[in-house]
């Protein structure tokens, strides 16, 4: 089964400091999608990326990049240079690929508060 | 283009009754899903259609049911509602064939459902 784990639950940074949200999945498929969802307090998803197995290089979005490591089993999500904006629940998810069956299902984790004070 | 829309935004409802909350996807998207959101947790999927054809159903009682229209919009209806029932209703619309590889999943603002 899939599963993933968000072990912090709350950071709050001042703002310009850099952050790193984490995040551990675990599969047994060998072909699966990461996914990054922020969540501002008006309560939509907001998809921010999505990362296949067979894809490891790392991704730079203006502030925002992501690691992924399936050594690890971690696809982590730094903010540089933080903002007050970007206070929100921030969630990962995985769906695993074609051997799964015939949906594609998110399995989200609890989701991280992020809090940055001007 | 709009995005997902869902109706309505908020919802009080009493124990034992029935609920049918309602979604529209993004124009060209064939797919849709429909997730259940407690405080404070992520979101668990709960069904996912295409082309009107249910395609996954997460674990939930027979309570919850959904379809899909032949215009890909979405219904799901809830019944016999519990306290446990109340949380944020999301649908999320998605271009690709579900057994094809996993597209982007965009989401709706929700529907906020209180269950007294």
């Known amino acids: 089964a899939q599963k993933v784990t968000q072990a912090q639950t709350e950071i709050s940074v001042v703002e310009k400091e850099d952050v790193t949200l984490d995040c551990v999945y675990e599969?047994?498929?060998?072909?699966?999608?990461l996914f990054w969802y922020k969540q501002p307090p008006s309560g939509e998803l907001v998809f921010l990326i999505r990362?296949?197995?067979?894809?490891?290089q790392n991704e730079i979005s203006g502030r925002y990049s992501w690691n992924f490591q399936k050594s690890t089993s971690s696809f982590n999500f730094t903010i540089t240079a933080s903002q007050v904006v970007d206070s929100a629940v921030y969630f990962c998810a995985l769906s695993e690929g074609w051997e799964s069956g015939a949906n594609s299902k998110l399995t989200f984790g609890k989701g991280i508060t992020l809090s940055v004070r001007p | 283009d709009a995005g997902v829309t869902q109706s309505p935004t908020h919802l009080i409802k009493t124990r034992g009754q029935h609920v049918t909350l309602r979604c529209s996807p993004i124009s060209g998207h064939k797919s849709v899903s429909w997730y259940q959101q407690v405080l404070g947790q992520g979101p668990q999927f709960i069904f996912q259609y295409y082309e009107k054809e249910e395609r996954g159903r997460g674990n939930f009682p027979d309570r919850f049911s959904a379809r899909q229209f032949p215009n890909y919009s979405s219904e799901l209806n809830v019944n016999a509602l519990l306290l446990g029932d109340s949380a944020l209703y999301l649908c999320a619309s998605s271009w690709g064939v579900p057994d094809r590889g996993t597209y982007e999943q965009y989401f709706g603002p929700g529907t906020r459902l209180t269950v007294t």
């Open positions: 990362r296949n197995s067979f894809d490891e």
């Open positions: 599969t047994r498929d060998t072909t699966y999608y």
